[in-house]
């Protein structure tokens, strides 16, 4: 299975739709996520993960810079 064709996979992404909004379920609406995008995998490989699995997220919200600025346009 090609992980890119999994992204844009309408049962994969209703699935993970799901999950997510019965986990809001426990959350005030200020607090709840409101959008997904699914994207690479984080690994230290190619940068988005230190070598103690943090996020870099320096680096995650510059090579995504248009996938989140996309997701506020949608509103």
């Given at each position: 299975?090609?992980p890119v064709a ?58 995504y810079r248009d ?9």
């Amino acid at each position: 299975n090609n992980p890119v064709a999994l992204r844009a996979e309408p049962r994969i992404i209703a699935l993970i739709n799901a999950e997510v909004e019965q986990r809001n379920r426990q959350f005030a609406s200020f607090e709840t996520i409101k959008k997904i995008t699914l994207v690479e995998e984080f690994t230290i490989d190619n940068g988005l993960l230190t070598p103690t699995l943090k996020v870099r997220r320096s680096e995650a919200a510059e090579r995504y810079r248009d996938v989140i600025e996309a997701m506020y346009r949608e509103e």
